[in-house]
DNA sequence: CATGAATGAGGCTTCATTCAT
DNA sequence: TATGAATGAAGCCTCATTCAT
């Protein structure tokens, strides 16, 4: 979505624009956010930034790509899909998901702003889209899982993977609620270091892996 | 937090009113909604929207004031909450509620819509507010669950909780998915009527507190 | 410029209006303060104080003339205007006028407030009035000090009485600037106590007078 | 306070919007002044004005400063501070002062407004800054001609700076009572030229001066 | 005589985008 | 390629006043 010209940039220019539009974007949900904040924060001239970007939707698409593809980068480096059984492979999966979430406040609440951009016209249901990548990310596992006889057939696999995308999306939340922090402060502070201990996310895995595995009951 | 004058308006134009920003609250999130729109849709002039309601902040926390008693009325009018057993009881209510989303689609949108307020300072934390409204009212019965051994102890209850108060609130989304509608179809149509059968809507829940009581293993 | 209407309202009824107005023109320049704000304190309809009163022009008239007419009976109240020799008496008129101001500050504000009125045409000059009469008044005495060869005959008495009167109106700011407290706590204190001893007042007013007497020079 | 934008404008256009604002701010007090007025007869779009200044209270206090500096340039090169006897000296400040203010009323009325600016919270006590700094530039003179003896020193230095202070900022009042003419005139009909003869002026001053020297007695 | 609902003009400010240089 | 000045629609909100009941 950028053009040439942008990706021409210095590295360090294009960085600070980067930065720039990232913050503004997590902190604020499209409509709201301000391509003359932008400009101001990253010091660049209006002009320059309809150089770059044909309009304020593009930009936004850029950098939710951006995110995205960080985050995939940073999951698949960090995992080794095969080795697991399906519920380890379940946990670590979203273990990694929420490292990156935590060390990477700016990226992640980036994409939870979009998936939360349920109202807006102009953004061609980009929540919906975002939601069904996920969907359909964790449907192979579900259904991989019900081939080999690890995960029950007699419910519907869409069902499976939605609850467990759903549950990625709020991982978080419920770890800032248990810990006491939110992502304003860890953007706010700068980022980089997990806000507890990964023995304590861990933790918190191993139960929700637990439940999702087998149930409320006794 | 509406005047008195407003409660004094006759019960036709009240509606108007409220039915305009319904609509418009419900179709954008708090910052996109526009009370030039409502004035203009509701045919009344600006300055007397301003004896109604103080801000566009005092109208907004009144219709989801409205919205939310609604659907508690509905959900209380609806079950009985003594006679079930827990994992009866749960289902019922998110039938109940499910029910009310359905065929109240403006209120049920701007409540989600609230939900998804996280990064309007101006709204002192609505969102946060809602959620943890709803994760106490769930975990008095995963706690009355634990007490009576229907419900694992090994687990924590603000966890139990809070899954099955996020799921809850995107219950919605899964079948609209399933049977192919959206929200807004609802809401520019006009609502009152289930665009499902009960008894789909029903298959789906029952679905879905298995896995919460028996889990996704074999 | 009040109606019958409001002539004949109860006491209670008519002072809690007045004080309402009074309030918000003492802490608001004329087209500053607002209507609506002094019906909604002094808890009385719009239609009412619109029967009471022309207009907003006609409401401030009034007050002024209020106040004006209380400073002026405090000031006949309390001097004696014979028994004195001309710098004598004018010591004690700013004395006296000082003590009003002091222990009235709301109804000196508006007055202060008016004077300041220098460039809104709907009020016809006011400023310029009330500046005038000040001016006039103290003529009388400069001319017969004058007469009396108690006040030099070389100089205008026209700047002498524009001095002393000009003086009197900032005498104020002297004295609370000296002791350190300002208009607005008094105001919203409430008022009846001088916030410095007589004694002070009486000092500061001694070194004026012999300025205005003898002058700077050695 | 203005932005790299206005500054970087052509002196024609600059000068333009300076002089309706001049205009503006000059005939109404700080609140009644209309950003909208301004822009109309500046002929530029609001948008432009809000990249020259970021709110109405920096447009002020740039035009304020504005003044400010070119009143004491003014004086600054018609005035010779050593060279003259306290008196002489206190005369020429008033004289020269007194000219600026009637050959740029409205730079003068500017200022005046802003010295009656005493109810506008929002302008952090202006009023009160101005007539402290006022207040202090004369205090040096005052305490000078106390070490010198040429001044009493009974009386407190604060009381004699602060009455030739707020005398300088009412001289032009009474010349303009005693010639016949008003602020407003000069403004709305241009400036440059002195409405009465310097002659005159002097004559007044040197009353003024008598009276502050000598005192009123015979 | 009291009420209070209605009004619309006008207030300040922000916005994404364009285009001549 | 970079700039930054220009725009005008739209945002929320306040106001003094009127008039039917």
Known sequence: MPSKTFLNLSEEK???????ALNEFSLNDYNSASINNIVKVADISKGSMYQYFD???????????????????????????????????????????????????????LIINAINETTNDELDNISSKLKEKSDQFFNKYIQEGQRNNLIRNDLDDELLSFLISRFSMVLIEYVSKKY???????????????????????????????????????
Chains 1, 2, 3, 4 share one sequence.
């Open 180 to 218: 006491n922090f939110t992502y304003l402060d860890l953007i706010k502070k700068g980022e980089n270091k997990l806000p507890l201990p990964e023995k304590e996310l861990e933790k918190i895995l191993k139960q929700f892996i637990t439940v999702f595995k087998d149930g409320f009951k006794v």
């Open 14 to 20: 294009r960085n600070k624009i980067i930065e720039a």
């Open 55 to 109: 309009n304020k939707k593009s930009l936004y698409l850029y950098l939710l790509e951006l995110a995205s593809e960080k985050k995939l980068n940073y999951i698949s480096e960090n995992i080794d899909i095969k080795s697991d059984k399906i519920f380890n492979l379940i946990k670590k999966m979203h273990l990694v998901g929420a490292k990156f979430d935590l060390t990477n406040p700016k990226y992640s609440m």
